[in-house]
């Protein structure tokens, strides 16, 4: 691999306003790459026929002394279910193979207005019914995982530096987990869902979010500013600043941590990952504890007769009033005790800055192996920010994540402690594929 595509996008941006690459040479190292890694992996479905030519516009801006903003020239990749003008997006639907959107979802748009250049749209799920299986870049044999997985794929083997994924019980976090590398699910509420495909109806389908997918921290931090805040169109998001993840407090935090889960059974190198993060922190934060917070283990009693009824799982039936398929009592039902969840946790959170946990029970699994959610959903549930990032490696040399949590609209805290990890545990180590 080239070492520029090892770079992050921060460096890359860097680079091309210094004049030490252009952007058209750096878009084409990466369709070099792409044309190398992505019939192995399978991570991508469309490239963007424009973006040599955009790359050309950006490196004419910029010797004309303009400057297209922080991500001036830099690629990035969108997953299927994102809204990107002129290219196809199906939503993994083959009843949708045409379907060709002609505006960019928010979060593209806002990507782009900060000098991005779409590289290409990325394949979805493990095994999707319309572009095929997507294939991890560690090992061909082994899952990807999740909806998010053509962009984690992507990152890790070197075709994209940056890329927007979704995440409803774990898309982003899972496939990061998986792949060794970072993402962050947003505080519900920061980043606009408009023109995601199929659509996200927040007072219906709360959970579900956008957020960055990339290989190193400082991407994240790059990127989530320029992604928040209100659209005018996305009612449930609030104007909330996102802070700054440098001027966090590491000695102040308070972290409570867990592996074990009535749901699952940990594996040993996965408990070892977050015990050994926890041991890091022991030095430098205020308090580092294991804890279990209340109910997290009932999670899935919470959810599945909600959101197996209640949300339509079939694009013809989908209403922008929502589609319930259970009786006022029942719906209020699941309700309350989705809500009576989320108190509990803010208990909790009252006296945690931070909760450190497992992204997943292991680590990358054959194609086909069911997964679960259970240290994911949680924080879907709650709305909580939360991010992955690698603090490990597996006995058969598959990438291990920890999954960091933290209080609602603190996304900057979660930042700063998946910085510390990634400084202190080496965070992405790029594949051999």
Not at 307 to 329: H, T
């Amino acid at each position: 691999m080239n070492e520029v595509l090892r770079w992050s996008a921060s460096r890359m941006a860097a680079a091309i306003r210094g004049g030490e690459i252009s952007s058209e040479e750096l878009i084409q190292l990466h369709l070099e790459r792409i044309k190398e890694i992505n019939p192995k992996i399978n991570a991508i479905f469309k490239l963007n026929p424009n973006a040599l030519g955009e790359a050309r516009a950006a490196d004419e801006a910029l010797a004309r002394g303009e400057n297209l903003g922080p991500l001036h020239g830099v690629p990035f990749s969108v997953k299927d279910w994102i809204d990107v003008a002129g290219l196809p997006c199906a939503g993994a639907d083959v009843r949708y193979l045409e379907r060709i959107p002609s505006h960019d979802a928010t979060v593209v748009a806002r990507l782009r207005k900060a000098g991005g250049i779409v590289l290409a749209k990325t394949n979805v799920l493990e095994d999707s019914e319309v572009y095929g299986k997507v294939r991890n870049p560690y090992n061909l044999d082994l899952s990807p995982t999740g909806s998010s997985s053509g962009e984690a794929a992507l990152i890790a083997a070197g075709g994209s530096p940056l890329g927007l994924g979704s995440d409803s019980g774990g898309s982003i976090r899972q496939p990061a987990h998986v792949c060794g590398i970072v993402g962050l699910k947003p505080t519900t509420g920061g980043i606009p869902v408009t023109g995601h495909f199929p659509p996200i109806v927040p007072l219906n389908d709360p959970r579900t979010v956008i957020g960055p997918m990339s290989r190193w921290v400082e991407d994240l931090a790059l990127t989530l500013p320029l992604l928040s805040g209100p659209d005018w169109r996305d009612a449930s998001v609030v104007p909330v600043p996102v802070g700054d993840h440098q001027g966090v407090d590491l000695s102040k935090l308070r972290v409570a941590f867990y592996t074990q889960h009535a749901a699952v059974n940990p594996g040993p190198d996965t408990i070892e990952a977050v015990h050994g993060v926890a041991r890091s922190l022991v030095k430098i934060c205020a308090v580092v504890d294991e804890r279990l917070p209340p109910r997290v283990e009932e999670i899935y009693p919470i959810t599945r007769d909600y959101w197996n009824r209640v949300e339509s799982s079939d694009l013809e039936e989908w209403k922008p009033e929502g589609r319930s398929k259970l009786d006022g009592d029942a719906v209020g039902k699941h309700l309350f005790e989705w809500d009576r969840f989320r108190r509990s946790m803010l208990g909790f959170m009252r006296d945690w800055d931070v909760i450190l946990t497992p992204a997943a029970e292991l680590s990358a699994q054959p194609h086909g192996t069911p997964g679960s959610f259970a240290y994911t959903l949680a924080y879907s549930l709650t709305g909580y920010p939360c991010g992955v990032v690698r603090a490990g490696t597996s006995t058969n040399g598959m990438p291990i994540a920890v999954q960091v949590v933290g209080q609602p609209w603190r996304d900057d805290v979660v930042l700063a402690v998946m910085a510390e990890i990634e400084q202190r545990f080496g965070g992405w180590n790029p594949p051999q594929a």
